[in-house]
């Protein structure tokens, strides 16, 4: 089948290599020309693991290409796939002027039968105006088809995530896509969900905002383990083996961060207040979210007096390992409030070297601790559980370990004489 992805943000360019790995041909078209330029030559704007071999492999079989020219490829391609961004306005709903822009391309590009399949994350009702706004500009009906169809990936491990799918989502109008949707993709044994445009824009809002919620809730269960002196570690356990609750996304720390969870709340949250619909839980979620680096720095202040003068490192500033996106990353929120009480602030992360003024970023993890009076570990990457401790302990000043994402043994590093201070402990 021949593709024409629009946007070469994260979803448009995993998307558009796997779909071409799949035996499809794919355009991938963006109207940055740099961004298409260094994908043109194999060099790809964004970190994931075994993307840049999967694009290589799929040029040399020809399935694969990238492309400024938006307008003629949309006229060319028969199914178009919207993978534009949809950041949050200031009000906390979505700013869909890249898809209004998308769809008034398609609107004067469509000649032949189209089958225009939304990537992006939308609005409840967005797909709705899009096949509304087509009819209104002239389109006749029988020339094209819109199918919601929400992207459920997770940075990091996109490209297993598109290959082991746990559902196909697709929300249509009338049954004449359908055909084309499951040879598209005919990977696997995932179940198809066939649902209306809006229900699969829901299905998505719901996914992310269920998730962020286990979060939250992981992170309140924790600050009641606190007080009674409980190991959250412990609480984990006892939920993670019932499987009516699940093991997944219960691990507390900093909050949630990314370009995902938090911007699909507020999504969610202005999409029901829009209807008269309130949003108590949503709220709560997000509160407690807001709260958690009040929370981690209140410990350390504790342990840890005249906080203002002092020198912290801080080991992680991605939002979360495995990938170098520092979109809304917890760990950079806390590094920006550690800068405003005055502390200097040194910074190690394996993938990024921040650049943050005031802040001394180090590409050695040692000696970043280096006459530090605490080290806070805000992002769980693997190699900070396996860490030298008694190196750290030979080069801090102070002795105080803030785990602030439950990541690493405090039995270990207070048998080297460190003040562990952990999550829930
Ligand atoms: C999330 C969803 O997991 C994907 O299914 C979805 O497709 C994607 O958003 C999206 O809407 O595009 P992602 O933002 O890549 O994926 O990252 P997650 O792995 O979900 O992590 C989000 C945040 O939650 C991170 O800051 C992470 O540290 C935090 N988290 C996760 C916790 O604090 N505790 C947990 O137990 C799990």
């Given at each position: 089948m021949r593709i024409c992805v629009v946007g070469a943000g994260y979803v448009g360019i995993t998307t558009a290599t796997a779909l071409a790995d799949f035996g499809h041909e794919v355009l991938c078209v963006d109207r940055e020309h740099s961004k298409i330029d260094s994908l043109t030559q194999g060099k790809v704007p964004i970190y994931e693991p075994g993307l840049e071999e999967l694009i290589n492999k799929n040029f040399q079989k020809d399935r694969l290409h990238f492309s400024s020219h938006v307008e003629e490829s949309i006229r060319d391609y028969p199914i178009i796939l919207i993978a534009v961004g949809t950041p949050s306005k200031e009000d906390g709903s979505s700013n869909l002027s890249f898809i209004n822009q998308v769809v008034k391309i398609i609107a004067s590009n469509i000649k032949d039968y189209k089958i225009i399949i939304t990537k992006s994350t939308v609005p409840p009702g967005t797909n709705e105006w899009i096949h509304q706004t087509l009819v209104e500009m002239g389109i006749a009906e029988e020339l094209f088809d819109i199918v919601s169809n929400p992207e459920?990936?997770?940075?990091?491990?996109?490209?297993?995530?598109?290959?082991?799918?746990?559902?196909?989502?697709?929300?249509?109008?009338?049954?004449?896509?359908?055909?084309?949707?499951?040879?598209?993709?005919?990977?696997?044994?995932?179940?198809?969900?066939?649902?209306?445009?809006?229900?699969?824009?829901?299905?998505?809002?719901?996914?992310?905002?269920?998730?962020?919620?286990?979060?939250?809730?992981?992170?309140?269960?924790?600050?009641?383990?606190?007080?009674?002196?409980?190991?959250?570690?412990?609480?984990?356990?006892?939920?993670?083996?019932?499987?009516?609750?699940?093991?997944?996304?219960?691990?507390?720390?900093?909050?949630?961060?990314?370009?995902?969870?938090?911007?699909?709340?507020?999504?969610?949250?202005?999409?029901?207040?829009?209807?008269?619909?309130?949003?108590?839980?949503?709220?709560?979620?997000?509160?407690?979210?807001?709260?958690?680096?009040?929370?981690?720095?209140?410990?350390?202040?504790?342990?840890?007096?005249?906080l203002a003068d002092k020198q912290i490192t801080v080991w992680g500033v991605t939002y979360k390992p495995g990938t170098d996106d520092l979109r809304s990353s917890p760990a950079i929120a806390l590094i920006k409030q550690l800068v405003q009480m005055g502390c200097r602030v040194?910074?190690?992360?394996?993938?990024?070297?921040?650049?943050?003024?005031?802040?001394?970023?180090?590409?050695?993890q040692y000696e970043s601790v280096t006459n530090s009076d605490a080290l806070i570990i805000a992002t769980e990457w693997d190699q900070f559980h396996k860490c030298n401790w008694s190196e750290v302990v030979s080069r801090m000043k102070g002795s105080i370990i803030l785990d602030a994402r439950n990541c690493i043994d405090g039995k270990t590093v207070r048998r080297h004489g460190l003040h562990y201070l952990g999550v829930g402990k």
């Open positions: 459920f990936l997770r940075e990091g491990t996109a490209l297993w995530d598109i290959y082991h799918p746990n559902k196909l989502v697709f929300g249509t109008k009338t049954d004449r896509p359908i055909k084309v949707l499951k040879k598209l993709y005919k990977r696997g044994n995932a179940p198809f969900i066939f649902t209306s445009l809006t229900g699969a824009e829901l299905i998505k809002y719901a996914s992310n905002a269920f998730l962020a919620t286990k979060i939250s809730f992981a992170n309140e269960m924790a600050r009641i383990c606190d007080v009674y002196e409980v190991n959250y570690t412990d609480i984990y356990k006892g939920l993670a083996t019932d499987p009516r609750i699940g093991r997944h996304f219960l691990n507390a720390g900093l909050g949630f961060g990314g370009s995902c969870l938090p911007k699909d709340l507020s999504s969610l949250k202005h999409s029901a207040l829009r209807q008269n619909v309130e949003t108590k839980l949503l709220d709560a979620v997000m509160e407690i979210n807001d709260t958690q680096i009040e929370l981690y720095l209140s410990k350390l202040s504790m342990a840890l007096p005249d040194h910074t190690y992360d394996p993938m990024v070297h921040l650049e943050l003024s005031d802040v001394s970023s180090y590409i050695d």
